[in-house]
């Protein structure tokens, strides 16, 4: 049977620069990103905040300036420092996810998934159990490394993977939820793990979304939506059939960015889960492929990472959040083009809101310093603890 391995028999080594595609990516989705939020709220923001057609971007703005600042950092720090201060992050991420039940929780669309903090208009706790939920299982799967094969476990990763699910769960989160055991489903296989373990977990998965799925009346509502469209088209799939019309209006060369900025008041909250179709009426496929040459390249560049890097908990970390972000990128543009039934997933460097914009950048931050553990640097250290 085909084994990935993420090469941990490679001798250690310092690191020494980062991949210099990786951060050119960042960099340009970043750029990218802002660009298409300034197309498609620049009308909102003037009708809602004062005529202020900057607002969101300028909000935008200084969140990716922390999520900057974040990513420096953890680009610059040693790994073993981070995980020395895992349960701490672990704890204080927990803490903020059942603020959500008090009254500094905001309450949005019979959501609790959202506490308010000063300084910050709003923070969603569950971007930050994003984050988490990659570095604790990597942490997991490089101590477990060290083990014999005797003294292996599947259990901690097991039980690391359902506590993550449901402490977003809880905040009625099922798309984030579900993209979260996904992301650490995916790194248990490939992390040479005994894969037949996860068939239990899938037979106890399928029944348990459908219960949560009828469970809530609108999750119910967008499935049924999702089957059959047509019956929809004032309600549930409004917003979901405004996106693909703007999509496909968009032809070849799009519509412009000036007339794109009159025409995206027919998407509601186009700037938020939206914001893929308002970015492909303005420019039509033109943009797309320009979206997914840079997506894709930075998917490359960070799983290249990834497979060269020579410590393990670098290794896996960097195929996590690499996996979490291309695969929660697909999925919102699939969304928008109504392929798969609607989502609150955002889009990473695209979507208005704060929270996913700094642990988008957090988890880029620490691709770039894995990308310093890779064997096309010569220098040998012994460094102790598998850094």
């Known amino acids: 049977m085909f084994k990935f391995r993420f090469s941990p028999e490679k001798p250690l080594i310092q690191y020494n620069k980062s991949d210099t595609g990786v951060i050119v990516s960042i960099i340009l989705l970043l750029g990218l990103g802002l660009v298409t939020l300034y197309v498609c709220s620049a009308d909102y923001s003037a009708a809602r905040f004062r005529g202020d057609s900057l607002y ?6 200084v969140c990716a300036f922390i999520g900057l600042c974040g990513m420096i950092f953890l680009s610059s720090i040693r ?3 981070l995980k020395r201060f895992l349960p701490i992050i672990f704890l204080v991420s927990v803490i903020f996810c059942f603020l959500t039940f008090t009254p500094l929780g905001v309450v949005k669309n ?8 000063p300084l910050l208009a709003t923070f969603q706790p569950s971007e930050a159990i994003k984050f988490v939920s990659v570095i604790f299982m990597a942490n997991i799967f490089e101590k477990q490394s060290r083990l014999s094969e005797e003294e292996r476990s599947v259990i901690p990763a097991i039980v690391g993977m359902f506590m993550f699910f449901l402490i977003v769960l809880m905040q009625k989160d099922l798309s984030t939820s579900l993209l979260v055991l996904g992301t650490c489903m995916v790194m248990f296989f490939v992390c040479e793990k005994k894969w037949f373990y996860i068939l239990p977990v899938l037979i106890v998965l399928i029944p348990l979304g459908c219960l949560l799925i009828a469970l809530e009346p609108y999750r119910v509502s967008r499935i049924l939506a999702f089957l059959r469209p047509n019956e ?5 799939n409004f917003q979901v059939n405004a996106a693909r019309n703007a999509i496909i209006s968009g032809g070849l060369w799009g519509n412009g960015i000036g007339s794109g900025l009159v025409k995206m008041d027919r998407i509601p909250e186009v700037h938020a889960d939206y914001i893929f179709a308002g970015w492909t009426e303005a420019m039509g496929l033109l943009g797309v492929t320009i979206y997914f040459i840079l997506l894709v390249f930075f998917a490359y560049r960070c799983y290249r990472v990834a497979y060269m890097a020579t410590n393990r908990f670098a290794a896996i970390g960097t195929f996590g959040f690499t996996t979490m972000i291309f695969v929660q990128s697909l999925l919102n543009c699939a969304v928008a083009a109504g392929v798969v039934p609607s989502t609150g997933i955002p889009l990473p460097f695209f979507s208005s809101g704060g929270s996913s914009m ?5 988890m880029c931050g620490f691709i770039i310093n894995a990308s310093r553990y890779t064997d096309e640097n010569k220098i040998d250290l012994d460094l102790k603890g598998g850094e």
């Not at 969101?56 to 703005?61: E, G, M, N, P, S």
């Not at 019979?110 to 903090?117: E, K, P, Y």
């Open 56 to 61: 969101l971007v300028k909000r935008q703005f």
């Open 79 to 81: 790994l073993d420092v």
């Open 110 to 117: 019979g959501a609790r998934r959202w506490i308010r903090l």
């Open 232 to 236: 929809f088209l004032q309600t549930a």
């Open 358 to 362: 700094m642990f988008t950048m957090f």
